[in-house]
C-alpha cells in the first residue's frame, strides 16, 4: 500500500498577509501525513509591479510576463511569499524546504509558443523531477513550491500555480496515493455563485459538460476543474475543491471521473 | 579520507549581471568535485530599495535591515539573485538547489541584540542543519545559499554572506575536506591596495595583527581575515581570498594558522 500525500494549493491573498497566513499554516499543520504546498502571490507581484511603474496586463486570468515582469514575480514568488511561508512552517514545526522549478530540476518547462498572444516568460510544464520529491517527502520534509519553472538553458519562466499543483500530483502519483486540493476564495464549487451554502459536494466528469453548458461554471473554475479531471487520470486519488478555511475539516467539492 | 568540498562566497556586481555572472559560472564549473556556492546580493537590494522609495543604511559595511528592507532582501537574495545563479548552473549541467536558511532549517540565527547600533532584522548565526547539507552534496547536488535565515519562531533575519560561508565551511568540517574561498574585487589581500600585483600569497596568524597595525590590512577584510582565521579553528582546511575571475586557477591569498 502506498503512502498518502496531501498536496494543497493556495493562491490569493491569504498567504501574502501575515495573519491569514498565520491561519492557513495552522491549519495545514492539522492535516496529517505527508504533505505538499504550492503556493501563488499574484496580489503581491501586482503590488510590486505597480510601486515600480511596471504595467500588470492580464489575459484570461493569465499574467503576461516580460522580462521586468520577471524579475518581479521571481522576487515575490520566489523570495517573498515563499520563504515566509516557510519560516512560518518552521516555527509551527514543519520541516519545510522552499523551492521554484529550477531548483534541482524540479520542474522543466517550455516557454510558451506564441499563437493569438504573446504570454512573453511564462512556461508550459514539460517534466517534473518527481524522485527528488519523493525523496524529500520520504524524510519527512515538506516542499513548499513556486510557481516559477525553467527552461533548462537558464531562463526562468513564470507558471501557473494550479498548473504546478497538478503537475506535481500526477509525477508523484505513482509513488503516493495522492489527494490534490486547490484552495480558492469559495467553499467549493457552487451552485449558485452568490450562496457559499450551494457548494456542490460531487462532481463527476460527467456532470461537467452540463454544468459548464448551463453557466454554472464558469471563468477561471473551468480549467481549475480540467487540470483535476487530468489529474485524475493521470492517477490522483482524488481531488477537492474548498476555500482555505476548510482545509481543518476537508470539506467542498470532490471531483470525480 | 574525507572528501573535499570547496565552498565559494561572492558578492559584488558579479553575481547581479547576467554577463558576468556567465563567466563566474563557468569558472565554478571547472572547479572539480564537491561544491556550495554563498551569494550577495546587495547592489541589487540597494537599487530595488531606491526604486521603492527605502533608503539604504549601511554601518560598518553593514545593511541596517528594517521590516521594509527585509522584504527587498528576502526579494532579491532569496528569489532574484538565488534563482537566477540556480537556473544557469542548471544550465551548464550543475545540479543545483538554492536555500535560504529557513528551509530545512539550514541555517538558525538569533536577532542580534542592540548595543550601540539597531542593526534591526539582522541574524547571528546559532546552528547550521550541516547534516541536511552534506546530505545533498552526497548526492551530487550543489547547495547554493541566499544570505537570509530565520530565528525559529517564524522571522526571516538577514545575515551577511560572508558569515554565512564561513559557518557553513565550519560545520561541513566534520564531514568534508573543506576549502573556504572569499572572492572579492581584488585578486586577493595585497601589499599596496593600488597594485594589484602585490598579492600577499600567505598571510598567518603571527603575520596579521602586524599587517593591521601598519595599516595594509584594513576595513571589511579586517573581519574577512577574522572569520578565515576562525573557520581554520575550527577545522577548515584551508582559506583562500581571491577575485572571482581568478576561481579558474585559484590563485591569490592563502590564510594560514
New interface residues.
Given amino acids: 500500500m502506498k503512502q498518502s500525500l496531501v498536496i494543497v494549493k493556495v493562491g490569493g491573498k491569504i498567504v501574502e498577509e501575515p495573519e491569514t497566513l498565520g491561519k492557513l499554516l495552522d491549519d495545514f499543520n492539522s492535516i496529517p501525513g505527508n504533505k505538499l504546498l504550492v503556493h501563488g502571490g499574484g496580489r503581491s507581484a501586482t503590488a510590486?509591479a505597480e510601486?515600480?511603474g511596471i504595467e500588470s496586463r492580464m489575459v484570461n486570468g493569465r499574467r503576461i510576463t516580460d522580462s521586468a515582469m520577471l524579475?518581479v514575480v521571481?522576487?515575490?514568488?520566489?523570495?517573498?511569499v515563499?520563504?515566509?511561508i516557510?519560516?512560518?512552517m518552521?516555527?509551527r514545526g514543519m520541516?519545510?524546504?522552499?523551492?521554484?522549478g529550477?531548483?534541482?530540476?524540479v520542474m522543466l518547462s517550455d516557454k510558451r509558443p506564441v499563437k493569438d498572444i504573446d504570454y512573453g516568460f511564462v512556461g508550459d510544464v514539460r517534466s517534473v523531477n518527481a524522485g527528488f520529491l519523493a525523496s524529500l517527502i520520504e524524510q519527512g520534509?515538506i516542499p513548499v513550491l513556486a510557481p516559477?519553472t525553467?527552461d533548462?538553458?537558464?531562463?526562468?519562466l513564470n507558471t501557473n500555480a494550479d498548473t504546478i499543483a497538478g503537475e506535481a500530483a500526477k509525477a508523484l502519483a505513482s509513488a503516493f496515493r495522492v489527494t490534490l486540493i486547490y484552495c480558492f476564495e469559495k467553499p467549493g464549487v457552487l451552485m449558485d455563485e452568490n450562496d457559499d451554502n450551494s457548494v456542490i459536494p460531487y462532481l463527476s466528469y460527467y456532470d461537467f459538460p452540463r454544468l459548464v453548458q448551463d453557466g454554472t461554471i464558469s471563468g477561471g473554475m473551468i480549467p481549475k476543474i480540467q487540470n483535476a479531471f487530468e489529474a485524475l487520470q493521470a492517477g490522483v486519488s482524488s481531488v477537492l475543491i474548498t476555500k482555505a478555511g476548510n482545509l481543518d475539516r476537508l470539506t467542498g467539492t470532490t471531483i470525480a471521473l
Same sequence: chains 1, 2.
Fill in positions: 510590486l510601486k515600480l524579475d521571481t522576487m515575490v514568488y520566489g523570495g517573498l515563499n520563504k515566509n516557510v519560516a512560518g518552521q516555527a520541516n519545510a524546504i522552499g523551492l521554484s529550477t531548483d534541482c530540476n520534509i516559477l525553467h533548462g538553458r537558464g531562463q526562468l
